[in-house]
């Protein structure tokens, strides 16, 4: 059975994330040419090590310490999937909030979890008093689609810090 739900901080175990399969094999990209998405071929693989997942797990620690909120997807006990909404809001009008994580472990990628998670994180957003999610999004095709789905567009405001930690990624927002 599906579970999606927002822990809290004494849910948090170092190593949670431990069995989780961040695999992703990209070979195709999108880059934001001036507001126009072009597609480019590009190949790269993106695997956590156990050091990164338990890094992960301790900014799941840190995001609920400061007011943050952390979305867990399980089946049965395994946790398969998790959605992460940073605690500060940012933006000229402060209406912002980042959603700086969004993974579904690979074996049960295609099951619409991603989907999920992302509908429960918005909500969990504007709880907070966001109106907008803000997401640094991974360029591969795959992912660009799944956030254009979910109903994302480029972002009208551009959060320097979150661009250059990542500057490949496409700046996306979602009005919740």
């Not at 799941?60 to 909120?69: D, E, L, P």
């Not at 997807?73 to 946790?79: D, N, T």
């Not at 803000?134 to 567009?153: D, L």
């Given at each position: 059975m599906l579970t999606i739900s927002v822990i809290q901080i004494g849910d948090v175990?170092?190593?949670?994330?431990?069995?989780?399969?961040?695999?992703q094999r990209t070979t195709r990209v999108l880059f934001n040419d001036q507001g126009t998405l072009i597609e480019n071929e590009d190949l790269f693989e993106d695997?956590?090590?156990?050091?990164?997942?338990?890094?992960?797990v301790e900014h799941f620690r840190q995001t609920?310490?400061?007011?943050?909120?952390?979305?867990?997807?399980?089946?049965?006990?395994?946790?398969?999937?998790f959605a992460v909404i940073e605690a500060v809001p940012f933006g000229s009008e402060?209406?912002?909030?980042?959603?700086?994580?969004?993974?579904?472990?690979?074996p049960a990628r295609?099951?619409?979890?991603?989907?999920?998670?992302?509908?429960?994180?918005?909500?969990a957003a504007k709880l907070l008093g966001a109106e907008k999610l803000y997401i640094g999004a991974h360029p591969s095709v795959e992912t660009q689609n799944f956030y254009h789905k979910m109903g994302c567009v480029?972002?009208?405001?551009?959060?320097?810090c979150i661009?250059?930690?990542?500057?490949?990624?496409?700046q996306l927002e979602v009005t919740l």
């Amino acid at each position: 059975m599906l579970t999606i739900s927002v822990i809290q901080i004494g849910d948090v175990l170092p190593g949670m994330l431990d069995s989780f399969e961040r695999f992703q094999r990209t070979t195709r990209v999108l880059f934001n040419d001036q507001g126009t998405l072009i597609e480019n071929e590009d190949l790269f693989e993106d695997n956590w090590t156990l050091e990164k997942k338990r890094q992960i797990v301790e900014h799941f620690r840190q995001t609920i310490k400061k007011g943050g909120v952390v979305v867990i997807a399980k089946q049965e006990e395994q946790l398969i999937g998790f959605a992460v909404i940073e605690a500060v809001p940012f933006g000229s009008e402060s209406i912002y909030r980042e959603l700086s994580f969004l993974h579904v472990t690979r074996p049960a990628r295609g099951q619409k979890i991603g989907e999920y998670l992302f509908l429960k994180a918005k909500e969990a957003a504007k709880l907070l008093g966001a109106e907008k999610l803000y997401i640094g999004a991974h360029p591969s095709v795959e992912t660009q689609n799944f956030y254009h789905k979910m109903g994302c567009v480029l972002a009208a405001e551009i959060n320097e810090c979150i661009y250059k930690r990542e500057i490949s990624d496409i700046q996306l927002e979602v009005t919740l």
